[in-house]
Structures are given as C-alpha cells and as structure tokens.
C-alpha cells in the first residue's frame, strides 16, 4: 500500500501517517506559531520554535537553524572571531572579513556594464547606476527636492532643520556639515595645503586656489552680456549684473549710500565707526579690510606673488602689476578731462589733475609746506631730517 523507502511523519492529534510531501511534516518541520488543521482528521495543533535568542526574541526556523542562532549571539556577544592577517581589524562574520580583505587585494567584482567602472562591493555598483538611470528615491518632504542617496537628504535636510552638529572646539563656530568644519580648522591652524605651482603662493580652499590661477593664466570665463566685461568668478559677475540692473541691496542708515555687495557694505561702515579690526602681528599697524592687512603683510615678508611675463618684474599688489602691464601694452586708459593728456594708471592721472586745480593735499607737518604729490613731500622732508640717501660712486 505504502511505496518502498518513504519517510513517514504522525498528526500530533490523529497519529495518522503521511509522506514527507504532506502538511503535517511541513508544518511540523517549519515550526509556526500558529493553529494548523490537519487535512486528515481535522483536527488542529500548535507547533513552538525550536531555536529561539534568549535575549531579543528572534526565532531560526530551517534546516541550519542552530547554526544559524550561534552566529546571530555574536551581535549581542560582540565576538569577532575572524581576524584579518594584513591589518589586525576583527569582524564577526566570515563574509564581512571577505568583503573587508577587497581593501587590500584591490578586488573589483562588479562591473558597471554601461561606463566600466569597476566596484568592491555591489551596494558601490547599485548606487553608482544611478548616476546612469539618473533615479532619485529620496525625496525632501519640505521642498520637494530629491536625491539619488539617503545620506545626500540627510544632509540637505540641515537646511530646514538649521541643525549644526559639528563644533570647533576652539571657537565654537557650529557648522552643519563635516567638510565645512575641517576648511574652518585651516582658519586656527594656518594651514594651506593648495599650493600654487607657478610661484609657491599657498592656499586654504581649493576654490582660492583655482581663483588665483586666473593671475598666471589670465582667463576670465565669466563675462557680462550687457557691457562685455569679463570676471574669473562667477560670483563678481553676479555682483557686477547689479550695476546694470541698479539693485542695491544694502544702504547705509548714516548717510544713505547705498551698495550691491555686503562686503562693501560692511568696509564702508567702518568710515563711521573707524573700526580697524585686522591688525598687522610684526608691527601693530591696523587696517579696515582685511585685503589691506594682506598686502601690508607682504611689506614684512617681501612676497611679490605677481610677476611680469614680458620682463619678469614682480609686485606686491595686483594693482601694481596691472598697472605696469599696461606699460608694455601702450594703453592709456585714463584721460584728463581738461586737456585730454593720456596715463596708463591711475594715480598719475590723479596727480595731474592737480595741476589744473591747484589742490595740494600733501603738507610739512615742520614748516606747513604743502605739495600736490606725495613724493615731492617725502623728497621736501629731508631737508628736515638732513637725510642724505644718495651716495656718489666715485
């Protein structure tokens, strides 16, 4: 009646035999929590789990189920017995020491197949793609703004949140994000890690750096539409477009003048208060904008980061340089008004204009001598001071 070699299981109510095809071994085997009703008699029986954490709850119901409970008391254990042979870091998983040795083997066995790029583990590759599918399953609940990682959301949710949760330890400035913290530490410890190549000159920020390369190569991709003018920073052309559209956004409560830009805002309110909060470590000396103080620095430490291409002369101020280039380029942009004589910069153009108007700002605090250069006042002093700087060779 019964086939040769089949395995044969009881109903735990009724005691009637069935293959292993049958409910009752399945069931039984599986180990539900719940009524089964047994198709033969009827009636129905509750079968507990055999293998289940003392500790959380959690139940191990198929054929490696003991095993598989040993290896789950390692989270609660906190037991890592695989250890790796090139590093010393300990895993509780036989797999996660397998997926950490790729660090060093440098194995790479996922494949991109639309670019080729090559990734250690198949998260990397599941979340590069989509880079190609452009899907983005996160998506802000307050802005609508959606994000190919969760971890990108989180970050961008510190913009509603105001949430700051990183701190300097030494001013405790709050920042929101890691990255923004560590640029400002470089504030504390001086420390420029972006070097230009050209002349040696050390920066903070890439960007800074990327900014100043623009004095060696001279390109200004950002150019205006109205008047042609042509910035190496997308943001001064920002502030420049408001010279056309005549949009002030900040004005003095003093005297009403008003300004495009909040750092000119800001270096014109210190005319009202006097304020000179960047001040010079070697000699005192005080200044209102801290441009000022960096150029005045450079006094102290003969730095000349502007150099002449043509004749290699070089400049403490970018200014100065500019000036002198026009020298070899025979361009003479600024005009007197009053007889149209041409100078290629601006302070001599400013010097002339004296002539017409007799002004002499420049006065001998000794005899009350006054003089319309400064350079006149400064050769004028010596026969004060009886100095005598020049000497005869012969």
């Known amino acids: 009646m019964y086939g040769h070699g089949l395995r044969w299981h009881h109903c735990l109510c009724c005691r009637e035999r069935h293959t292993s095809s ?28 055999p293998y289940t954490c003392s500790q959380c709850g959690k139940c191990f119901t198929d054929e490696y189920q003991h095993k598989k409970l040993k290896v789950h008391m390692r989270i609660h254990t906190e037991e890592k017995p695989y250890t790796c042979q ?74 509603h949140t105001e949430e700051k949760p990183y701190t300097c330890q030494q001013c405790g400035k ?17 420390e420029k890690p972006y070097i230009c190549h050209q002349c040696g000159r050390s920066f903070s920020q890439p960007g800074n750096l990327n900014v100043h390369m623009s004095v060696h190569t001279g390109q200004k991709p950002f150019t205006c539409q109205q008047c042609g003018k042509s910035f190496s920073r997308k943001g001064n052309l920002n502030f420049h477009m408001r010279i056309h559209t005549g949009e002030s956004l900040f004005t003095c409560q003093q005297c009403g003048t008003s300004f495009t830009q909040k750092v000119s805002f800001n270096m014109h309110i210190r005319i009202h208060t006097r304020e000179k909060p960047y001040t010079c470590q070697e000699c005192g000396k005080s200044f209102d904008q801290h441009e000022n103080l960096k150029v005045h620095i450079r006094l102290h430490s003969e730095e000349k980061p502007y150099t002449c ?12 340089f500019e000036d002198h280039m026009r020298i070899h380029l025979g361009e003479k942009r600024y005009t007197c008004p009053q007889c149209e004589k041409s100078f290629n910069q601006k302070r001599h153009l400013e010097d002339h204009i004296r002539i017409h108007t007799g002004e002499k700002p420049f006065t001998c605090e000794q005899c009350g001598k006054s003089f319309n ?20 060779g012969k």
Not at 309 to 320: A, D, E, L, R, T
């Open 373 to 392: 250069r400064k350079g006149i006042l400064n050769r004028h002093m010596r026969v004060h001071t009886d100095e005598k700087p020049f000497i005869c």
């Open 22 to 49: 049958g409910i009752i071994p399945n069931i039984q085997r599986a180990g539900f929590l719940c009524s089964v009703r047994c198709h033969q008699c009827g009636n129905s029986f509750r079968h507990k789990k």
């Open 174 to 190: 709050r920042f929101a994000y890691k990255i923004s913290l560590k640029r400002h530490m470089r504030i504390h410890t001086g």
């Open 309 to 320: 291409p043509q004749c290699g002369k070089s400049f403490n101020q970018k200014g100065h």
């Open 86 to 159: 090139q590093c010393g870091k300990r895993f509780a998983y036989k797999v996660s020491l397998k997926r950490h040795m790729r660090i060093h083997t440098e194995e790479k066995p996922y494949t991109c197949q639309q670019c080729g790029k090559r990734f250690a583990y198949k998260v990397s590759l599941k979340r590069h793609m989509r880079i190609h599918t452009e899907e983005k399953p996160y998506t802000c609940q307050q802005c609508g703004k959606r994000f190919a990682y969760k971890v990108s959301l989180k970050r961008h949710m510190r913009i």
